[in-house]
C-alpha cells in the first residue's frame, strides 16, 4: 500500500486518534514542562521531534532552545550521516538521506549514552555547506536537562532504527502541509547549488521516497504538532 508523503493530507478518518499541539504556544508549553519534570525530578529528559524532509524541524528544535534556555541542547540525527565516501562506496550517493545512509546503531549508541552519562558528551554535527558531519562538533553538558532529538527516522522500526523510540520520554511529529515543504525543500535544495531541475529530480527520486516511509509512521508519535505557516520554517 502506498502512502503519500505527508500524513497531514489524508482524509482523518484513515489516521489513528493522536493528540495534537496546535500553535505554538501550546507546544512550547508541552516542552516546559519536560524541563520542568527533568529539573524536579533530576532525571533529564529526551524529546523527540521527527518529520519529513522540509517541514522544519530543526527550525522549530532551535526556536524552543531559544524559548527555554541553557537547559535545553539540540541532539540532531543528521550528525550520524555516512560519509560521502562510504556512501559511494555503498552504492547509496544517490539515496543520501534515506535510512541506509546514516549510522543508525552509531546514533542509538550516542542516545543510550546521553541517558546514563551525565556528561559531558560529544556529539557529531552535519554541515550542510560542506555535505560532510563533523565528529565532536556539539557539547551535551552536565545543565542540559532537556535533550531535543531531531531527526526523520526517530519512529522507524526497522533495523537499528527501532532502537530509537524507546530511549525518548516523548516523540513529538511535525505535521505540515505537504505543498509547502515541498516549496521549502525545492528553495533548499537551490539556495546549496542545485538548479530547480536537478532540485526536482532529486525530490522526486530521493526525499519524496523518504517522507513516505517517515509519514506511514507518524501515527506513532506521542502528539502531532501543527504550527502557523508564519512559524515553521524548513
Not at 505527508?6 to 507546544?27: E, I, M, N, Y
Not at 532552545?65 to 552504492?91: K, Q, T
Request: glycine share 8%.
Amino acid at each position: 500500500m502506498s502512502h503519500p508523503a505527508d500524513p497531514s493530507s489524508r482524509p482523518f478518518s484513515r489516521q489513528p486518534a493522536v493528540p495534537a499541539l496546535r500553535g505554538w504556544d501550546a507546544t512550547c508549553a508541552a516542552a516546559r514542562h519536560l524541563l520542568d519534570q527533568a529539573l524536579a525530578t533530576g532525571r533529564r529528559q529526551m524529546l523527540g521531534v521527527a518529520a519529513c524532509p522540509g517541514a522544519g524541524k530543526s527550525t522549530l528544535a532551535a526556536r524552543l532552545l531559544d524559548e527555554l534556555g541553557d537547559a535545553v541542547a539540540i541532539v540532531p540525527m543528521d550528525g550520524f550521516h555516512l560519509a560521502n565516501s562510504e556512501l559511494a562506496r555503498l552504492g547509496l550517493a544517490q539515496r543520501k538521506g534515506s535510512p541506509p545512509s546514516f549510522d543508525a546503531p552509531g546514533f542509538v549508541a550516542l542516545l543510550e549514552r546521553l541517558r546514563r552519562d551525565g556528561g559531558p558528551v560529544y556529539a557529531p554535527e552535519f554541515r550542510r555547506e560542506l555535505e560532510e558531519s563533523i565528529a565532536g562538533a556539539l557539547l551535551v553538558a552536565p545543565q542540559h536537562r532537556l535533550l531535543i532529538v531531531e531527526g526523520n527516522y526517530l519512529l522507524l522500526e526497522e533495523g537499528g532504527w527501532a532502537g530509537v523510540r524507546p530511549l525518548l520520554d516523548a516523540c513529538w511529529y511535525l505535521a505540515v502541509d505537504d505543498g509547502l515543504r515541498r516549496e521549502r525543500l525545492l528553495s533548499r535544495h537551490m539556495h546549496h547549488g542545485r538548479t530547480r531541475q536537478q532540485a526536482l529530480d532529486w525530490m522526486a527520486g530521493n526525499d519524496e521516497l523518504n517522507a513516505a516511509l517517515i509519514a506511514a509512521q507518524a501515527h506513532r508519535a506521542d502528539a502531532w504538532v501543527h504550527l502557523d505557516t508564519d512559524q515553521d520554517a524548513a
